[in-house]
């Protein structure tokens, strides 16, 4: 599986282990991670492509706005929030 811009990826090492992102970009073994909260989507984390694991695609909404480069960090913290969410009902 390759991770591509517009992903859910969840870190699985370093202090953000265990948290919930959305991908920027890809560049080499790297990613650029956003969570609209302490991880700004001026300020992304980079981060290696080991280090996390795909999750899911985003909603189509935040997928667009990351191509016409007007991802807003409200956006980021939304999407988050639905999806897991909706991770959190259907497991129940």
Not at 38 to 67: F, G, M, S, W
């Amino acid at each position: 599986m390759s991770i591509k811009p517009g992903d859910f990826v969840i870190a699985t090492s370093g202090r953000d282990m265990g948290k919930c992102f959305v991908v920027l970009s890809v560049e080499n073994q790297f990613v650029y991670l956003c969570n609209g909260k302490n991880r700004k989507v001026d300020t992304p984390k980079k981060k290696k492509i080991k280090h996390i694991e795909y999750q899911d695609r985003a909603n189509d909404k935040v997928c667009q706005a990351l191509e016409k480069n007007e991802l807003t960090d409200k956006a980021v913290r939304r999407a988050i929030s639905e999806f897991q969410g909706y991770i959190t009902a259907e497991s129940n």
